[in-house]
């Protein structure tokens, strides 16, 4: 089951295809599942293309009117407890993601990181 974390604002369905979903089933194969965050362009291209393939798209919401500015993180700890593997999508002025990709790479989750937008996927490697 693969997660998604993190997005990608005005992503072009090509630009999906050649940086970030060609490289994943390159390493991996296509996912068996995939956990996406409810909201977010990247989110909305990654079900287009899930469901193209064949493979079934959890959902995965938050609940900003109960949960306040926390929901975001309940919904991450969410999708990272459910999948086997995570692919991040790191936004262009933050690191908080490569962060927590390394923190869990450590810990010997599989894990895919976008840095940048623009920029292909990478596998996370053991430090």
Known sequence: ML??????SNIRSDE???MITE???ALWGLPAELVL???GDSSFALQIWAESKGIPVQLVSCDWATQGRIAGRL???RIQRDATHLLFLQ???SNALATMAGR???K???VLLSERPGLAVTLHKKD
């Open 75 to 77: 919904r991450d700890a």
């Open 3 to 8: 997660g998604v974390l993190g997005t990608r």
């Open 23 to 25: 490289p994943l089933v």
């Open 91 to 93: 936004g262009p002025r």
């Open 37 to 39: 965050p409810a909201e």
């Open 16 to 18: 999906m295809e050649t």
């Open 104 to 106: 869990l790479s450590r």
């Open 108 to 110: 010997g989750r599989p």
